[in-house]
């Protein structure tokens, strides 16, 4: 019945791991896959998390939860996306689920939009995430329209390149948009041009929809890292939102989000959550509770909360002493080219600006393992490795 199958293409990203996985070189080095790791190599159970663990735990409680979630989950992450006094909050503009992190919480919010948004196209960063070009078309969104994001000539913005993609698209297309550190550029507009951004999304009545992967693990600042978020909302705008706690609280396989619908006031939101239901009730029913309880006790106990926020800033920290280093160990290297774009840009990626036969190269020679985009993780770093991967780099432009 199924001999016809074909044999499907790895993940362009989870495929690194196994091909990590399966070298036996003592030197190779996992730069891939975006987890957090300690200066030992080690993933990372932050002590907040351990502790609200801890809580969970000795109260046990496996019943199913409601379709949209624990209720106080949706509202605590509400208030970290948007801040405790903005009107959206105060108005119950929002419609907020708990869904299977970041990526289940997209999924669910494209699944909506096919159903009741009229616009069928979505506009994407060129590059972005790459499930990001698999959700849409497969939730019903058909139309994937890429805007120009980054500039290969600076590493940086293409801040007009941009605009001018923006301005040209459908009316009332729906706006991808990286919440903050932009997989997998970690390149993020200044204040002003998310200014320039939310001026053009406003003119051509774009439906923003925020993806927040990495609040507070860019900057080690939680309010800073919502500023694009709270900019748009500040305006009055009607958007989406999917929010992962994968990355800042470390909880990636436990699989917890929440997508959130703002709408212009609290009797739409509330149809809109009944809606958001029937998308949820027929995809899985009702969300896994274990790490929703254990972000509701860090975000609602003072002590905790405070502590995570510590541990967060800890681990933006390190990943930003990495690339101060890795640019250190470039220079002292002697690669060719100007390596600032490495300290200039933010969060868990760096966009190297390797091209594909040099990364091939870095792989086959140095076994060092990352995406064929030139991609790397700079929380797979430690000190030591910084020096190793930047002879590689050398190695591999001049070779
Ligand atoms: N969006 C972006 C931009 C991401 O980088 C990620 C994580 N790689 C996600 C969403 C979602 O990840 P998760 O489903 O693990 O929360």
New binding site residues.
């Given amino acids: 019945l199924f001999s016809h199958v074909e044999q499907g293409p790895p993940d362009p990203?989870l495929g690194i791991a196994e091909a990590y996985k399966k070298s036996t070189n003592p030197k190779k080095l996992n730069l891939g896959v975006?987890a957090y790791r300690t200066e030992e190599g080690k993933p990372l159970v932050l002590e907040a998390v351990r502790r609200a663990e801890q809580a969970v735990v000795s109260n046990p409680d496996h019943e199913y939860l409601p379709i949209t979630g624990i209720p106080e989950f949706n509202a605590l992450s509400a208030r970290l996306a948007f801040g405790e006094d903005s009107s959206v909050i105060r108005e119950n503009c929002n419609a907020t689920v708990q869904a299977?992190?970041?990526?289940?919480?997209?999924r669910v919010g494209a699944e909506f939009l096919a159903r009741h948004y009229p616009v069928r196209t979505v506009l994407l960063p060129s590059p972005?995430?790459p499930?990001?070009n698999k959700i849409f078309p497969l939730a019903g969104v058909a139309d994937v329209r890429a805007y120009r994001y980054f500039k290969p000539s600076s590493r940086g913005l293409d801040y007009e390149g941009m605009l001018e993609d923006l301005r040209k698209a459908p009316e009332g297309s729906i706006l991808l948009l990286?919440a903050c550190a932009?997989?997998p550029t970690g390149v993020d507009p200044s204040l002003d041009q998310w200014r320039g951004i939310l001026e053009v999304a406003k003119e051509k009545k774009f439906l923003p929809f925020f993806?927040s992967?990495?609040q507070g693990f860019a900057s080690g600042d939680l309010e800073r890292d919502a500023t694009a978020i709270r900019m748009f909302a500040d305006e009055g705008m009607e958007m989406l939102l999917?929010q992962?706690?994968?990355?800042n609280m470390g909880l990636?396989g436990e699989?917890v989000?929440a997508l959130t619908v703002v709408a212009r006031d609290a009797a739409i939101a509330e149809r809109v959550e009944s809606q958001l239901k029937l998308v949820i009730r027929p995809m899985f029913s009702n969300p896994p509770r274990f790490g929703a309880a254990i972000v509701v006790k860090v975000l609602q106990d003072p002590e905790l909360y405070a502590l995570w926020r510590k541990e967060l800033k800890g681990m933006a920290d390190r990943i930003n002493g990495m690339r101060t280093l890795l640019f250190q160990e470039l220079q002292r290297a002697g690669a060719p080219g100007k390596w600032s774009h490495i300290v200039e840009q933010i969060g868990?990626f760096s966009f190297t600006g390797l091209s594909k036969p040099q990364v091939e190269y870095l792989t086959a020679k140095w076994h060092v393992y990352m995406t064929l985009d030139g991609r790397i993780s700079m929380a797979g770093l430690n000190q030591a490795s910084c020096r190793y991967l930047a002879e590689g780099i050398a190695d591999a432009i001049r070779a």
């Fill in positions: 990203i975006g299977l992190s970041g990526t289940g919480s997209l972005t995430w499930s990001h990286h932009h997989n993806d992967a990495y999917a992962s706690y994968a990355k990636y699989r989000g868990m």
